[in-house]
Structures are given as structure tokens and as C-alpha cells.
């Protein structure tokens, strides 16, 4: 099969808020932002780095899923308890410093693991990601 990703959902408590933190705090660009005629945002924005994958900031609801489904991980988002995955950077120290000054929340600090160096933080929207510089041999 010869096919590549280009959209990854990533669920939000709040649209408004990811945009705020997404576009204008971590400098993601804005693909699509249009409401659909059932009501529902298509919100899709893609990394500076990897402008070739969009994320598509989704609030968890219905016809996307059962209400009650809805819930579970709308329940999940609210306990900032959603892990959304691992940014790659090239100085974990740098990329921490300067997301700290843009006001992310970070759970932790720039520590060396055996993996690379790693430090974890908030998006404010529900979920955690960590940002970890990994180690060259």
C-alpha cells in the first residue's frame, strides 16, 4: 500500500481556545476553519515544521460519535488527561524556554531519559504532549 497520513484528529474541550493556543501562541498555520451545515467546526491547522500533516482540533460530539461517547471523552479533556503524543525538537532546553514565555503549561522540565532529553506540558485544551530531543548516535 502506498499511502501517507494527512489529517490526525486531535480532540479539544474548546475550538476557540485551540485556535488561541495553536495559531496564535505555538505559530501552527490555519489550513481550514469553516462551520459545516450541521453546526460542527472543521478546524484544521499544521505545524511549522510539518506543513504536509493538518491537525484537525475536533470537539468531541455528535454525528462525529454517540453523545454519551461524546461524554467519556469530553470527561477525559476536562481532567487534562488526553495524550495527544511526542514533538520532536533539536533543543528541547530552547523549545521549552520559549513556549514557557508564550504562557504553555509544563508538567515537566527539560530532564535527560534514555531516549533523549523530554520535557512534557499542557495545551490547555485537554491534552499533553511530550517535546523530546532525541538522542544521535
Given at each position: 500500500m502506498n499511502a501517507s497520513i494527512s489529517h490526525v484528529n486531535l480532540f479539544v474541550r474548546d475550538q476557540k481556545k485551540a485556535y488561541e493556543v495553536y495559531v496564535n501562541k505555538l505559530g501552527f498555520k490555519v489550513n481550514t476553519d469553516v462551520t459545516m451545515e450541521n453546526g460542527m467546526r472543521w478546524l484544521t491547522v499544521s505545524?511549522?515544521?510539518n506543513p504536509e500533516i493538518e491537525l484537525l482540533l475536533a470537539e468531541p460530539c455528535s454525528p462525529m460519535m454517540k453523545d454519551d461517547v461524546a461524554g467519556h471523552i469530553k470527561a477525559v479533556l476536562d481532567a487534562d488527561s488526553m495524550p495527544g503524543g511526542v514533538w520532536n525538537t533539536d533543543d528541547c532546553e530552547k523549545a521549552y524556554e520559549e513556549?514557557?514565555?508564550?504562557?504553555?503549561?509544563?508538567?515537566k522540565k527539560p530532564t535527560k531519559e534514555f531516549y533523549g532529553i523530554?520535557?512534557?506540558?499542557?495545551?490547555?485544551?485537554?491534552n499533553w504532549f511530550s517535546l523530546?530531543?532525541?538522542?544521535?548516535e
Open positions: 505545524p511549522p515544521a513556549m514557557k514565555r508564550k504562557g504553555i503549561e509544563f508538567l523530554e520535557a512534557v506540558f499542557r495545551d490547555g485544551c485537554g523530546t530531543q532525541r538522542v544521535r
